[in-house]
C-alpha cells in the first residue's frame, strides 16, 4: 500500500481565461488526507466549494466543467491531469472566476509549479482501484471507444482521426505517468479554423490567441473571413490560400494534437476519484466520452 500524497506549499498562477477571456488566478493549496480534489470560488458569496469528481461534470462541449448549484469552473482537465500525474491525492483549488487559467493550453505550468513546491507524503493509505476485468464504454454516434484492462500500473494510449491532411490519423501512448512531464505536459490544445467563428458567436473563447492553442487552418476561407479571425486572435494577417498551422511557434512533436488528448483523458480520469491500476486505450476521445467512462468505472469499482 502506498501514502497519500499533498503539496508541500501553495503556489499560484494567474493568466486569461480560455473561454471568458478574464483575467484570472488559481491558488493550489495543500489539503488534508481523505480531501480529495476541490474547486473554490472565491469570488463568490459564501466561497463555495464544488467536489471534483465525475457526476459533478454539467458540460463537456469544449471543456470539462464542474458545478455545485449556481457555482461552476470550467476548463480544469489541463490542471487535474498535472495533480493526477504528479501523484497528488489532495487538493483545494481557489479560482477568482469561473474558469482555470489556460496558460498556453497544456498542463507544462502547473507541472512545473508542482515539482518547485515539492510533494508532502501523507500518514493516510491511498485507495487504488485496480481493475480486474475489462470495463468498455463505446458511442456508435462520435466513434469513441474507451476500454479499461488489467495491468500492472496506469498507463494510456490514445488514437484520434480528424477529416484534415495535416492531423487524419495519430496515435499517441504513455507508458507510465512517470513520463508525463517529460512526454505529455507540454502538449498543447488544439483547434480548428472552421470552429472558431461558430465558438465566439457561442460566446466562447474569448481568451484564445496563438499563445494558448494550435490554430489548424485545414480549409480554405475567404480572406475577409480569415483577416476577421486573425483580427479576434490578435494577430497579423495572413494569405487565406496557405492553408497549414498559424502558430508562429512550432508543434513541439509531430503528433501533438494526441498527446495533448492524453493529457485531456488523464484529467478526465482524475475525476474518478481514487488512483487506477490499468491499461487505458482510447478511440476518437473526447471530453464527453471521457466523463461518461469515468462515471461507468466510478459505477462500477467504487
Not at 463568490?44 to 463537456?60: G, K
Not at 493550453?105 to 507541472?111: E, H, K, L
Not at 480528424?162 to 496515435?171: A, D, E, G, N, R
Request: include cysteine; charged fraction near 20%.
Amino acid at each position: 500500500m502506498s501514502k497519500q500524497q499533498t503539496l508541500k506549499s501553495a503556489f499560484t498562477l494567474t493568466g486569461k481565461g480560455l473561454h471568458t477571456g478574464l483575467e484570472l488566478k488559481a491558488t493550489f493549496q495543500p489539503a488534508v488526507a481523505g480531501h480529495g480534489y476541490k474547486i473554490q470560488r472565491t469570488d463568490l458569496p459564501n466561497e463555495p466549494v464544488i467536489d471534483v469528481v465525475a457526476e459533478n461534470v454539467v458540460d463537456t462541449s469544449r471543456g470539462t466543467v464542474v458545478a455545485n448549484g449556481e457555482a461552476r469552473c470550467s476548463t480544469i482537465e489541463h490542471c487535474m491531469a498535472a495533480l493526477y500525474a504528479a501523484g497528488i491525492d489532495n487538493c483545494l483549488i481557489q479560482t477568482n472566476g469561473p474558469e482555470v487559467p489556460i496558460l498556453d493550453g497544456s498542463a507544462r505550468y502547473v507541472w512545473e509549479a508542482i515539482a518547485r513546491v515539492g510533494i508532502a507524503e501523507q500518514e493516510a493509505e491511498r485507495e487504488v482501484l485496480v481493475v480486474d476485468e475489462e470495463i468498455t464504454f463505446e458511442n456508435e454516434q462520435s466513434g469513441s471507444r474507451l476500454t479499461l484492462q488489467p495491468a500492472p500500473s496506469f498507463s494510456v494510449e490514445a488514437t484520434i482521426a480528424f477529416p484534415s491532411q495535416f492531423i487524419q490519423s495519430q496515435q499517441a501512448v504513455l507508458k507510465d505517468l512517470s513520463l508525463f512531464g517529460e512526454e505529455i505536459s507540454g502538449a498543447r490544445t488544439f483547434v480548428f479554423v472552421r470552429e472558431i467563428l461558430p465558438l465566439l458567436q457561442m460566446g466562447l473563447i474569448k481568451g484564445g490567441d496563438l499563445d494558448n492553442a494550435i490554430v489548424i487552418y485545414e480549409h480554405e476561407v475567404p480572406q475577409e473571413t480569415l483577416d476577421s479571425i486573425a483580427d479576434t486572435l490578435g494577430v497579423a494577417h495572413r494569405d487565406a490560400t496557405k492553408l497549414g498551422y498559424l502558430n508562429s511557434r512550432p508543434l513541439t512533436w509531430d503528433n501533438e494534437p494526441a498527446r495533448h488528448k492524453i493529457l485531456d483523458i488523464i484529467g478526465d480520469m482524475a475525476l474518478i476519484g481514487r488512483r487506477v491500476q490499468g491499461r487505458l486505450t482510447a478511440l476518437r476521445p473526447g471530453h464527453t466520452a471521457n466523463n461518461k467512462f469515468a462515471r461507468l468505472v466510478r459505477s462500477k469499482l467504487l
